[in-house]
């Protein structure tokens, strides 16, 4: 067989002529090799079939005219068709997506700030500035000696931003319980509260002192029934002093009913006092039995059960309508009101927390007390006397002026006010005076 280009003799398999390059047959695939016939590029699967081995990748086979090698070079290995829709490798894809979810998260963040910012006071300076104090007094709706009412006031606190306004609160923190106290109003950057307590028709609210250990002053939006907003400015009591100011008025475990000491003592010399008005109508009236029987029932209040003068009135005095008085823990034995109140009033302003208010008032009630049992005592003797010789119109007149002394007290420098000073102070300023002890600080925050 010969070239139809130079003529050449050539075998009759020959593909290509030897001596000038001319195509002589058709290429044809053979076995695994895939010809493409619009182009001069082959796939070469070299993996036959049934091999049991793993394919390796296809390469891009060149046919080249003979003399110039066909072997691909080592980095032309021709990996799958990148798929449509998405022009980015699978670890720039992660990359991008993270940055979004960065971008998204970031933007909800803001959003919620800038949407809380109000109620929750983040980089907010409300209330830095303020003070204020909290004032524990009794109900004017109630019983006085149940300190079931307060006042707060406050000075230099900024207004409240739009759509918020700030709530008192008396926080239990041990029992987790919490009496919702009002919303202040305010005068410019002066805002207050009085809580008139929850007492109704006459009867004595809860006692405050005894109900909580801290109040808090919070920023709120609505109405709310607990705190739930920012803590502006708080106040919480300081727990070793409180035990003793709770044992003046609150409760003390050994008194009748549990009874406040202070609370205690200002009943039975309001009933001294009451005795005293008695013995001055029986007086008056010439009604020998009635004065002995109202001398005994002084001598009772103020010895309490345990007293070697005490007794009980007998059937006459029942006759006359005058009946036992008193609840027989006393006023003057060594463990009844009057030196129990001063003992805790030391003891409150001796503690480790104490605080100058405490420190000061403290030291009132001591006075007070003082002050009555120096009266108390010389009623006594009065009526120890009275009840042997009961026509002595002197000493009755006595025990009248100084039962009103040890429940009022008495203005002895004409200043027109009874002062927490020895031989002024009586049970009403004493107990005020323990009130006061109470008083709490407001601080900023919580």
Known sequence: MRCPRCNSLI?????FCGNCGKQIAPLQAQGTTLANPDEETLHVLSNPRGSGRAAPPSVLQTFSPPGVSATPAQNDVVSAPRRAGFPFSGATARVIIALAIIVLVGGALGLYATFNRAGNGQGSSLGIHATGQIAFIDSSNGIP???????????????????????AWLVNNAAELTIALGTLTASGQTFSLSYAGDGRNGQPGTNLIGAGDQ????????NVNAPTGRVILSATFPPKAFVHIRHLLYSFPITPGKIGLL?????????????ASLLQNASANQNTPAIQCVSQSIINIIEGRNGPAYKR??????SLNLANAGDGFGLLDNSAYILLASEHASLAATQPDATDT????????????TNIKGWVTKIEQDALVLRAAPGNETVIQ?????SDRVIHGVDTDGDGRVDPVVGEAG????????QLMATLQLVAGA
Not at 11 to 15: A, M, P, Q
Not at 154 to 164: K, R, S
């Open 145 to 167: 000696g149940h300190t079931d009412a307060l006042h707060i006031s406050i000075q230099n606190l900024e207004p409240a931003p739009a759509g918020f306004h700030y709530n």
């Open 398 to 402: 006595e025990i009248v002026t100084l």
């Open 215 to 222: 109040v808090k002053i919070t920023l709120e939006q609505g």
């Open 358 to 369: 405490i420190r000061l008032h403290a030291s009132h009630v001591e006075t007070a007390m």
């Open 11 to 15: 075998d009759d398999d020959t593909v």
């Open 313 to 318: 009135l007998p059937p006459l005095c029942f």
């Open 263 to 275: 609370v205690g003592l200002l009943n039975q010399v309001e009933l001294l006092n009451a005795q």
């Open 427 to 434: 049970a009403i300023t004493g107990y005020d005076e323990g």
